[in-house]
């Protein structure tokens, strides 16, 4: 069994910034396919970033590329999501999720939250106007 607990979530101004951080209870990041989802109220659950297990490849929502930026620390067990250029619509619940690589890959990950083995508690991102 695996535990994923975010932190780093808070209230921020449009165009501030946030950094949350994902860490693992067991060595996973070099062998999971790791995520981060954001759910708004009345929402569905939305694939921000993926990085898969391997090579690092990254993969980025249609809303979040060019301003967020999803990296891991295998050593320290920790997966981070760097957000910048923070807007109203990005306020939401967001999740660190986790599979195995050879389950899904980053690309898939993204718009198949299904397939996630573990999830976080989630922490929450505010962004006022």
């Known amino acids: 069994q695996v535990q994923l607990v975010e932190s780093g979530g808070g209230s921020v101004q449009a165009g501030g910034s946030l950094r949350l951080s994902c860490a693992a209870s067991?060595?996973?990041?070099?062998?999971?396919?790791m995520a981060w989802f954001r759910q708004a109220p009345g929402k569905g659950r939305e694939g921000v970033a993926t990085?898969?297990?391997?090579?690092?490849?990254?993969f980025y929502g249609d809303s979040v590329k060019g301003r967020f930026t999803i990296s891991k620390d295998n050593a320290k067990n920790t997966l981070y999501l760097q957000m910048n250029s923070l807007k109203p619509e990005d306020t939401a619940m967001y999740y660190c999720?986790?599979?195995?690589?050879?389950?899904?890959?980053?690309?898939?990950?993204?718009?198949?939250?299904?397939?996630?083995?573990?999830w976080g508690q989630g922490t929450q991102v505010t962004v006022s106007s």
């Open positions: 990085i898969d297990a391997d090579d690092g490849r990254t």
């Open positions: 067991k060595s996973i990041y070099s062998s999971y396919t």
């Open positions: 999720a986790a599979s195995r690589s050879y389950v899904v890959r980053g690309w898939l990950f993204l718009v198949s939250p299904g397939r996630a083995e573990y």
